[in-house]
T-cell receptor, first 112, second 113 residues
Framework: DAKTTQPNSMESNEEEPVHLPCNHSTISGTDYIHWYRQLPSQGPEYVIHGLTSNVNNRMASLAIAEDRKSSTLILHRATLRDAAVYYCILFRSGAGSYQLTFGKGTKLSVIP | ETGVTQTPRHLVMGMTNKKSLKCEQHLGHNAMYWYKQSAKKPLELMFVYSLEERVENNSVPSRFSPECPNSSHLFLHLHTLQPEDSALYLC????????????FGAGTRLSVL
């Protein structure tokens, strides 16, 4: 499986934008980039995913480098509820393909 | 509320006990998963069921026995566990046709004494 590299932790001030980086230099052409987050005492929660183009949804934006070897999850205005561990995961779509391989993620702290 | 419900939320059991964890989803998904999350370790995939058939079994000890009676329900039967099996056990479901976006339950916090 292609691997991802994320910083162990990051801090942000409340109501400021947050850019969470992810490196995936061994990504293949059919790998989708998924982001999940896990709030304390909860299961992981899907945030966003993309393949080549930048993506926006109500939770976040995903910026994907042109060579696809890195991506950035953008939270436009961090709130205290965004404090969580954020996971960047590569998923290879295809018949019989199910496995999401979680790494250690980035622990985001939001400072009031 | 993710649409995936796990019971119980907390479980304490002795090493000689037999217990079961339950997961239920009403999202119309046809794939279900069990994950284990130990303290300060990444989530580890244990089992995957697709259309009620087991499609992945990631070298999990036989003291963990999954069961998927239908596409909405998934069980994890536990027997003769060890203290190192204490962890958060998470269930998820997905529709593989939607890029495998997985919806997770809140988990069962298991303590083995």
């Amino acid at each position: 499986d292609a691997k991802t590299t994320q910083p162990n932790s990051m801090e942000s001030n409340e109501e400021e934008p947050v850019h969470l980086p992810c490196n995936h230099s061994t990504i293949s052409g059919t790998d989708y980039i998924h982001w999940y987050r896990q709030l304390p005492s909860q299961g992981p929660e899907y945030v966003i995913h993309g393949l080549t183009s930048n993506v926006n949804n109500r939770m976040a934006s995903l910026a994907i480098a042109e060579d696809r070897k890195s991506s950035t999850l953008i939270l436009h205005r961090a709130t205290l509820r965004d404090a969580a561990v954020y996971y960047c995961i590569l998923f290879r779509s295809g018949a019989g393909s199910y496995q999401l391989t979680f790494g250690k993620g980035t622990k985001l702290s939001v400072i009031p | 509320e993710t649409g995936v419900t796990q019971t119980p939320r907390h479980l304490v059991m002795g090493m000689t006990n037999k217990k079961s964890l339950k997961c239920e989803q009403h999202l119309g998904h046809n794939a279900m998963y069990w994950y284990k999350q130990s303290a300060k370790k990444p989530l580890e995939l244990m089992f995957v069921y697709s259309l009620e058939e087991r499609v992945e079994n990631n070298s999990v000890p036989s003291r963990f026995s999954p069961e998927c009676p239908n596409s909405s329900h998934l069980f994890l039967h536990l027997h003769t566990l060890q203290p190192e099996d204490s962890a958060l056990y998470l269930c998820a479901s997905s529709d593989p046709d939607r890029k495998n976006i997985q919806y997770f339950g809140a988990g069962t916090r298991l303590s083995v004494l």
